[in-house]
Each structure stands twice: as C-alpha cells, then as structure tokens.
C-alpha cells in the first residue's frame, strides 16, 4: 500500500490579514487588542477537505499570564466571513 503524502492545508495570510479575520470573527477582538493582547504567531487559517476553512485565532496577555484561543470551524468562501 502506498503511503499518504503529508500535504500542509493551511493558507497563507499575513500579520494584517490576521487582524482583519480576527475583527470579522471574534466578537471582543478590538476590546483585547487595545486592552494589551497579542496575537500569536499559532494563529492561521487551514484549508479542510470539504472546501471549507478554519481559523484559529490565539491572543496572548503582554505579561503572558494567559492567553485565549478561538477555533472557527466550517467557514464558507465567499460568504461574507473571509
């Protein structure tokens, strides 16, 4: 049997990009950026199987105590979202 080539899905997006998607999708995330987080560099945005995306937006505190992850599943192209 052949083995399955490892494929990498996730799409390229930019600092700015990131910051536009984490605008249109987390709901706070302009209360969170002026009260000090950051966005880390884990966050992206994946391509799936379906055709559909996925995002994962991670903020970490500036003294790192804590950090906040959101996962968006089963974005549609072209509806409004991205």
């Known amino acids: 049997m ?4 490892n494929r ?5 997006v ?3 990009g990131l910051a536009r998607l ?4 987390v709901p706070n995330h302009d209360e969170m950026m002026a009260g ?6 884990t966050s992206g945005l994946w391509r799936t199987r379906r055709g559909t995306y996925t995002a994962r937006l991670a903020y970490r505190c ?10 968006i599943r089963g ?3 072209g509806a409004g979202d991205v």
């Not at 990498?8 to 390229?12: D, E, I, L, Q, Y």
């Not at 984490?22 to 999708?25: D, I, N």
């Not at 000090?36 to 560099?41: D, P, S, T």
């Not at 003294?63 to 996962?71: C, G, K, N, P, Y």
């Open 75 to 77: 974005i549609q192209p």
């Open 22 to 25: 984490g605008s249109v999708l």
């Open 2 to 5: 052949a083995r399955r080539k």
């Open 14 to 16: 930019d600092k700015a």
């Open 8 to 12: 990498s899905w996730r799409v390229k």
């Open 62 to 71: 500036g003294d790192r105590t804590m950090s906040i992850v959101h996962t």
């Open 36 to 41: 000090g987080y950051v966005m880390c560099a």
